[in-house]
């Protein structure tokens, strides 16, 4: 049982928008900075988005990240079929445990 | 660019310590926080926990009284113990670089570079 509960899948056909989900609690989310991360199946996950919305370079503008409260989320708009991917991840610090937490994994589907 | 690239049994038996180790090339590991994560079998990953260049540590709780992770920062690795194991141990697992920092009461910690993984199954 993750500490972060994300969608297990999300599906949309190339070229629409999609956005995941990711939600929380005052002592993570609410309180701090949200990470985003993708997984292709048998490869690391790869840094999409941190500090809420701020993209690593090399990242497409495709991508983008948002903080609401206790929420976040990753939109990807121009959907392309290299886009899905086993798992897209949120993750963050939680003041409480003190440890890092990440969701549960979403599974993009590009119809 | 900074590469992390992972090495170590892939077989270990039960009960035994499984041990890894990260070297981290392209940059040097005298900052930064220096992770481990895990990720079973079809499942989600699992933060097991980082040590800070200085030395200072920070595990999951979940894992706390069986884990220890060390720097040899004059061979640029760290490296990760993990004792006692079981069958649940079996994972793809990864290290990589942490970024850590405040900005007033929020805390930004994120995961910038990964190493490619080293899949380790515990089975007799």
């Known amino acids: 049982q993750s500490v972060l509960t994300q969608p297990p899948s999300v599906s949309a056909a190339p070229g629409q928008k999609v956005t995941i989900s990711c939600s929380g609690s005052?002592?993570?989310?609410?309180?701090?900075?949200v990470a985003w991360y993708q997984q292709f199946p048998g490869t690391a996950p790869r840094l999409l988005i941190y500090?809420?919305?701020?993209r690593p370079s090399g990242i497409p503008d495709r991508f983008s990240g948002s903080k609401s409260g206790t929420s976040a989320t990753l939109g990807i708009t121009g959907l392309q079929t290299g886009d899905e991917a086993d798992y897209y991840y949120c993750g963050t610090w939680d003041s409480s445990l003190r440890v890092w937490v990440f969701g549960g994994g979403t599974k993009l589907t590009v119809l | 660019q900074v590469q992390l690239q992972e090495s170590g049994p892939g077989l270990v038996k039960p009960s035994e310590t499984l041990s890894l180790t990260c070297t981290v090339s392209g940059g040097s590991i005298n900052s930064y926080y220096w992770n481990w994560i895990r990720q079973p079998p079809g499942k989600g990953v699992e933060w097991i926990g980082y040590m800070y260049y200085s030395g200072s540590t920070n595990y999951n709780p979940s894992l706390k009284s069986r884990v220890s992770i060390s720097i040899d920062a004059s061979r640029n690795q760290f490296s990760l113990k993990l004792s006692s194991v079981t069958a649940a141990d079996t994972a793809v697992y990864y290290c990589?670089?942490?970024?850590?920092?405040?900005?007033?009461?929020?805390?930004?910690?994120?995961?910038?570079?990964w190493g490619t993984g080293t899949t380790v199954t515990v089975s007799s």
């Open positions: 005052s002592s993570n989310i609410g309180n701090n900075y």
């Open positions: 990589a670089r942490g970024v850590y920092g405040n900005r007033g009461p929020s805390t930004y910690y994120y995961m910038d570079v």
């Open positions: 500090e809420n919305n701020k």
